[in-house]
């Protein structure tokens, strides 16, 4: 399981963990799982497929609606987390241990904020609505 306070955040609330060789391990946020609601389909890219920052390489389904899911880095997909074809409420159970997809090759980190900065921009969103 990754701890909040060893990731990384986009602002279009994903988490990314970077491992020790570089690659990228990209999940959902706990804000943006809760803010979705039970989440009962999700549409991954294929390993091999190359994804770019701030661009959609999937989305995800709740009961509440389907939502792009925005790459938080460049590079190429290694690994995607079959687990979640067959079990995405595993997102909802637990946000930072149900990775989406692990992307090698990265050319890009995008904005990128630390758990701090992360929970004060996420703070912003919620006083906005």
Do not use: C, R
């Not at 389909?41 to 509440?64: A, H, Q, Y």
């Not at 687990?83 to 946000?95: Q, V, Y």
């Amino acid at each position: 399981m990754y701890e909040p306070s060893d990731l990384l955040f986009s602002k279009s609330h994903e988490w990314v963990f970077f491992e020790e060789d570089g690659t990228a391990v990209i999940g959902l946020s706990d804000y943006a799982q809760e803010a979705l609601g039970d989440l009962v389909f999700v549409n991954l890219p294929m390993p091999g497929d190359d994804v770019t920052t701030e661009e959609p390489f999937g989305d995800v389904e709740s009961v509440k609606a389907v939502s792009d899911v925005y790459a938080p880095v460049s590079g190429t997909v290694s690994e995607v987390n079959e687990d979640l074809l067959d079990s995405p409420e595993k997102i909802n159970d637990s946000p930072y241990e149900a990775w989406l997809i692990k992307v090698t090759d990265v050319t890009d980190k995008g904005e990128l904020m630390d758990e701090a900065d992360y929970n004060a921009y996420v703070e912003e969103e919620k006083a906005k609505e």
